[in-house]
């Protein structure tokens, strides 16, 4: 059983739009999310971070939404770049544990 | 500052076979936790090391196992390997922490093939 899903596999975006990446987590234990960019042959590379007394949290060109009644989180981009190409990762941990719970990911195209 | 390293980089291994994964934390930091990344899916969380100690486990078998070093250092050991543990292998650091959540910082990882 998915406890943090990522249900689009793959999303593609025009260079300067907008992207948004979702992410549905089914525990309501979880208390902290991340967001990792993943290149091929590199491991994952820490984004962006918000904890559950939170609804928003901005870093430059990112900013993560979470809605903890909907149980869902998105990561916004703007504007998208080329070099924002590539393989998504959400991330939660609950209460007391600091283990990260992993959605499947979703491989975000930027198209010049 | 030197970041999250491991070792090797990748290798290739007969079912049976016992391997042992390095990683060498970031610099201040003194967790270590362990994932398993298999083609096409997110990381799993093997176990955590804090202080020399097991931390917490995921939902592995016993033949994995692993140790943490007075340096902060870490080793993930697997015994009697199998088809399926083939996969890419991550090291996690995190520093000390005294809030909510605990932001992990990864290596580049260990790929494994297991024949």
């Known amino acids: 059983d998915q406890q943090v899903k990522q249900n689009s596999p793959s999303l593609s975006v025009q260079e300067g739009r907008i992207s948004i990446l979702n992410c549905d987590y089914t525990?309501?234990?979880?208390?902290?999310f991340l967001w990792y960019k993943k290149y091929p042959a590199e491991g994952p590379t820490f984004l962006i971070s918000?904890?559950?007394?939170?609804d928003k949290n901005e870093d430059g060109r990112f900013t993560v939404f979470l809605n903890k009644s909907a149980k869902h989180l998105s990561l916004h981009i703007v504007p998208s770049q080329p070099g924002d190409s590539a393989v998504y990762f959400c991330?939660?941990?609950?209460?007391?544990?600091?283990?990260?719970?992993f959605g499947k990911g979703t491989k975000l195209s930027v198209i010049p | 500052e030197t970041g999250v390293t491991q070792s090797p980089t990748h290798l290739i291994k007969t079912r049976g076979q016992q391997v042992t994964l390095r990683c060498s934390s970031q610099?201040?930091?003194?967790?270590v936790s362990w994932y398993q990344q298999a083609l096409g899916q997110g990381p799993q969380f093997i176990f955590q090391?804090?202080?020399?100690?097991?931390?917490g486990r995921g939902n592995f078998p016993p033949r994995f196992s692993g140790l943490q070093f007075p340096n902060y250092s870490s080793e993930l050991n697997v015994n009697a390997l199998e088809l399926d543990d083939s996969a890419l292998y991550l090291c996690?650091?995190?520093?000390?922490?005294?809030?909510?959540?605990?932001?992990?910082?990864f290596g580049p990882g260990t790929r494994l093939l297991v024949l």
């Open positions: 525990n309501s234990m979880f208390d902290y």
């Open positions: 610099s201040g930091h003194n967790t």
């Open positions: 996690a650091s995190s520093p000390p922490t005294s809030g909510i959540g605990e932001t992990q910082y």
């Open positions: 918000i904890s559950s007394i939170k």
């Open positions: 991330a939660a941990s609950g209460a007391g544990s600091y283990q990260l719970t």
């Open positions: 090391y804090y202080r020399e100690e097991e931390n």
